[in-house]
């Protein structure tokens, strides 16, 4: 059944900015990490029973260098340093899917750069069933 998106200009940003100067996002705009380690966005996302559930993450690297995250539900690191390595430009965007477990009701979703890099480009994350195959809607 269809995903959930959460647009990450609308999310909690610490060390970032929301840009629009590349093409291909969805809604207004992307998450521009700061290049810096620790520098995070944090979704807060509701689910309507506690369970498993797919993270799929839309993201843009147009470095050669693997931009790795943290992502934590609710605290708690459950997926250390996820690849998001190169893709062919900023304006070309790509998926990443994490399955995580959920509590019922609202839950925070934190995608944290651990390099001096910062993060990728980020334009939203998916919430789905888990290990859903979730083509990009566009
Ligand atoms: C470039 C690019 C940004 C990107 C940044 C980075 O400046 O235009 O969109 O965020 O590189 O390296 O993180």
């Keep these: 059944h269809a995903a959930t998106d959460y647009q990450a200009e609308d999310a909690r940003i610490s060390q970032g900015t929301v840009a629009a100067n590349h093409t291909g996002y969805t809604g207004s705009g992307f998450v521009d990490y700061t290049n810096i380690q620790g520098s995070y966005v944090e979704f807060t996302v509701s689910a309507a029973a506690a369970g498993p559930a797919s993270v799929t993450l839309?993201?843009?690297?147009?470095?050669?260098?693997d931009r790795p995250m943290d992502l934590s539900v609710n605290g708690t690191v459950v997926?250390?340093?996820v690849s998001f390595p190169a893709t062919a430009d900023w304006n070309t965007w790509a998926s990443k899917t994490v399955d995580v477990t959920l509590k019922a009701g609202s839950n925070k979703?934190?995608?944290t750069a651990t390099t001096a890099n910062g993060g990728p480009?980020?334009?939203?994350?998916?919430l789905g069933t888990p290990s859903d195959t979730q083509a990009p809607t566009r």
Aim: charged share 20%.
């Design 58 to 65: 839309r993201y843009a690297n147009g470095t050669a260098a």
């Design 79 to 81: 997926a250390p340093a």
């Design 109 to 111: 979703i934190r995608v």
């Design 121 to 126: 480009n980020l334009d939203r994350i998916s």
